[in-house]
C-alpha cells in the first residue's frame, strides 16, 4: 500500500486531473488507506527510535508555515489594454446602442449572480445562456455581471463564450464545460501533493491545489471549445481581436480581504471611490507604479479562483505585496453590493447628462431560494459562537437584497425622479424556464409591469 500512496502522490502531482477517472468515493477510500499506512510507519519508527515523530512533525508543519505559503495569486504579461472606469464604459455603451437605434430607450442590464459553489455556477450559466439564446441581443445590452465564488464561475464561462464563433447554444456549451467533475481533482491535490506541502520549508506553487482547480477548469474548456481561452490573460476577453464582439460586458468578480475583511473586486473596469472595495489590480501591481497603469494581469480561471475560496478546499490566494484573498462570500453572497453601487453611478450620470432613454434593470441569479437561519438545540453553548458567523452572512446576503427596495426613495443629486425601483428594474431569479421575454424586450417597449421571476418548466 505504501507504494500505491507514493505512485499516488507523484500522479496526482504531476496529472491531477486524472482524478477524475477515480471518482471522489474512490479519492477518499485511497486516502484514508495512504494515512493509515503512513500513519502506521509513523507510529513504527516513534517506537524504535523512541522519538515523538508525529508530533515532530506537526511542530515543523506550524513552523514551516511562516514561509511555505504556496498559494500564489498567478501572473499573466502586463498588455496595453486602456482600463476604463464604469462612467467611460457606459459612455462607450451608449454610443454603440444610439448609433445602432438612435432616440429609442436603450435598457441596460446589470446581473448580480451569487454563491453557491458549482451549483451556483452550473445555474448562472444555464440562466445566462437561455437568456442569449432566446435573444440574441442581450449580450449587447448587458453591461456588467458581478459574481461571487460559483456565481463568478458561471459569469466567466458565459462571458468567454460570448466572442466564440458559433456557438450553436450558449446554455449547452457552458453546461457541457461545468458538468465536469472538478472535486475530485482539487480533493487529491489536497490530500497529496498540497498536504506533502504543509510539511516542507519553502513553497512549491505547482502542489497549490488552488492551481489543480484552475487545470480543471482549463481542461474542461478546451475539451468543449477547443481553445485556450480560460487559460489566457483576464484581460484578452476586451482586447481589440477581430472574433471579439462590438460590445463586451464588464466582469465583478467579487473578493473578501483576509486582513481587512472589506471587498476585493476583480474587473476589466477600474474600482473607483464609487465603490466601497479594492481593486485586485492595484493589489498585483508593483509598489509606486501608477494607479491608471494598473491592470488585472492574470489567467481567467485565476480570476474567478480567487473569487472563489472558501479557506478549506479552495485556499486563500497569495498577492505579491503578502496580503491574502477568499471569495466574496464572506462579505455578500448575492453580488448585489456591487450591482447596486454600479446601477446608482449610472442613473446618477444620466441624470447630470440629461440622458433620458436608458433604462437600467438589475437581473439576480439566486441558486437557493431557502434562506433559513441555521438554529438547533445541538451543542447550544458551542454552536452559539459558529451560528453568529453563518446566520451573519445570511443577513448581509438578505440586507443587500432589500437594498433595491430602499433605492427606491433615492433622488438624483438635480432633484430628479427615484433611479431605482423594486419591481420595475429588478428581475430575481430563482426557478428555471425562458419565460421572461416580455421583461427582457431588447429595445424596452415591454416589460415595465413588475419584478420577474424565471418560472418552473
Known amino acids: 500500500?505504501?507504494?500505491?500512496?507514493?505512485?499516488?502522490?507523484?500522479?496526482?502531482?504531476?496529472?491531477?486531473?486524472?482524478?477524475?477517472?477515480?471518482?471522489?468515493?474512490?479519492?477518499?477510500?485511497?486516502?484514508?488507506?495512504?494515512?493509515?499506512?503512513?500513519?502506521?510507519?509513523?507510529?513504527?519508527?516513534?517506537?524504535?527510535?523512541?522519538?515523538?515523530?508525529?508530533?515532530?512533525?506537526?511542530?515543523?508543519?506550524?513552523?514551516?508555515s511562516f514561509w511555505n505559503d504556496n498559494h500564489i495569486v498567478r501572473?499573466?504579461?502586463?498588455?496595453?489594454?486602456?482600463?476604463l472606469d464604469v462612467l467611460k464604459a457606459f459612455d462607450n455603451w451608449y454610443v454603440l446602442v444610439e448609433d445602432q437605434r438612435r432616440g429609442e430607450t436603450h435598457p441596460l442590464y446589470i446581473v448580480a449572480t451569487e454563491s453557491g459553489g458549482i451549483r451556483a455556477a452550473y445555474w448562472t450559466v444555464a440562466v445566462l445562456g437561455e437568456i442569449q439564446d432566446k435573444n440574441p441581443n442581450f449580450a449587447a445590452h448587458l453591461f456588467a455581471i458581478n459574481g461571487v465564488s460559483g456565481g463568478s464561475l458561471g459569469a466567466a464561462v458565459f462571458e468567454a463564450l460570448l466572442p466564440e464563433p458559433?456557438?450553436?447554444?450558449?446554455?449547452?456549451?457552458?453546461?457541457?464545460?461545468?458538468?465536469?467533475?472538478?472535486?475530485?481533482?482539487?480533493?487529491?491535490?489536497?490530500?497529496?501533493?498540497?498536504?506533502?506541502?504543509?510539511?516542507?520549508?519553502?513553497?512549491?506553487?505547482?502542489?497549490?491545489?488552488?492551481?489543480?482547480?484552475?487545470?480543471?477548469?482549463?481542461?474542461?474548456?478546451?475539451?468543449?471549445m477547443h481553445n485556450d481561452r480560460f487559460a489566457?490573460?483576464?484581460?484578452?476577453?476586451?482586447?481589440?481581436?477581430?472574433?471579439?464582439?462590438?460590445?463586451?460586458?464588464?466582469?465583478?468578480l467579487n473578493g473578501t480581504s483576509v486582513e481587512t475583511g472589506n471587498r476585493i473586486i476583480t474587473s476589466n473596469l477600474r474600482i473607483t471611490n464609487s465603490f466601497v472595495a479594492e481593486d485586485t489590480a492595484h493589489k498585483l501591481s508593483p509598489?509606486?507604479?501608477?494607479?491608471?497603469?494598473?491592470?488585472?494581469?492574470?489567467p481567467l480561471s485565476t480570476a474567478v479562483q480567487i473569487s472563489s475560496g472558501?479557506?478549506?478546499?479552495?485556499?486563500?490566494?497569495?498577492?505579491?505585496?503578502?496580503?491574502?484573498?477568499?471569495?466574496?462570500?464572506?462579505?455578500?453572497?448575492?453580488?448585489?453590493?456591487?450591482?447596486?453601487?454600479?446601477?446608482?453611478?449610472?442613473?446618477?450620470?444620466?441624470?447630470?447628462?440629461?440622458?433620458?432613454?436608458?433604462?437600467?434593470?438589475?437581473i439576480m441569479i439566486g441558486n437557493d431560494p431557502r434562506k433559513s437561519s441555521i438554529q438547533g438545540p445541538f451543542m447550544s453553548e458551542l454552536m452559539a459562537l459558529l451560528y453568529p458567523f453563518f446566520?451573519?452572512?445570511?443577513?448581509?446576503?438578505?440586507?443587500?437584497?432589500?437594498?433595491?427596495?430602499?433605492?427606491?426613495?433615492?433622488?438624483?443629486r438635480h432633484g430628479r425622479a427615484p433611479v431605482l425601483h423594486q419591481g420595475h428594474y429588478l428581475l430575481q431569479v430563482t426557478r428555471y424556464s425562458g419565460a421572461v421575454a416580455a421583461w427582457l424586450d431588447p429595445f424596452g417597449r415591454s416589460g415595465e409591469s413588475g419584478a420577474g421571476s424565471i418560472a418552473s418548466q
Open 391 to 412: 446566520n451573519a452572512q445570511c443577513s448581509r446576503h438578505l440586507r443587500a437584497k432589500s437594498n433595491w427596495g430602499r433605492a427606491a426613495a433615492f433622488q438624483g
Open 232 to 252: 489566457q490573460s483576464f484581460v484578452d476577453l476586451w482586447s481589440a481581436k477581430p472574433s471579439r464582439r462590438e460590445w463586451m460586458p464588464a466582469l465583478f
Open 287 to 298: 509598489r509606486g507604479s501608477a494607479r491608471t497603469e494598473a491592470g488585472c494581469y492574470v
Open 75 to 83: 501572473l499573466a504579461p502586463p498588455q496595453e489594454i486602456p482600463r
Open 310 to 362: 472558501d479557506g478549506l478546499l479552495i485556499p486563500a490566494g497569495r498577492f505579491p505585496d503578502g496580503s491574502h484573498i477568499l471569495s466574496g462570500t464572506y462579505f455578500d453572497n448575492s453580488g448585489a453590493t456591487a450591482a447596486l453601487e454600479i446601477a446608482t453611478r449610472i442613473k446618477t450620470w444620466c441624470a447630470i447628462k440629461k440622458i433620458e432613454n436608458v433604462n437600467v434593470r438589475v
Open 166 to 224: 458559433n456557438v450553436a447554444s450558449f446554455k449547452d456549451a457552458g453546461t457541457e464545460i461545468l458538468a465536469q467533475d472538478f472535486l475530485s481533482p482539487a480533493l487529491a491535490s489536497m490530500f497529496y501533493p498540497d498536504l506533502l506541502q504543509r510539511f516542507l520549508p519553502f513553497p512549491i506553487p505547482y502542489f497549490d491545489r488552488g492551481h489543480t482547480l484552475e487545470i480543471g477548469w482549463q481542461k474542461a474548456w478546451r475539451e468543449r
Open 1 to 64: 500500500m505504501a507504494a500505491i500512496a507514493l505512485l499516488l502522490l507523484v500522479l496526482f502531482t504531476i496529472t491531477p486531473t486524472a482524478a477524475q477517472n477515480f471518482g471522489l468515493g474512490t479519492i477518499l477510500c485511497l486516502v484514508a488507506a495512504s494515512w493509515v499506512t503512513f500513519g502506521g510507519f509513523l507510529v513504527y519508527l516513534s517506537r524504535i527510535w523512541r522519538f515523538p515523530v508525529i508530533a515532530s512533525l506537526l511542530v515543523l508543519a506550524l513552523l514551516f
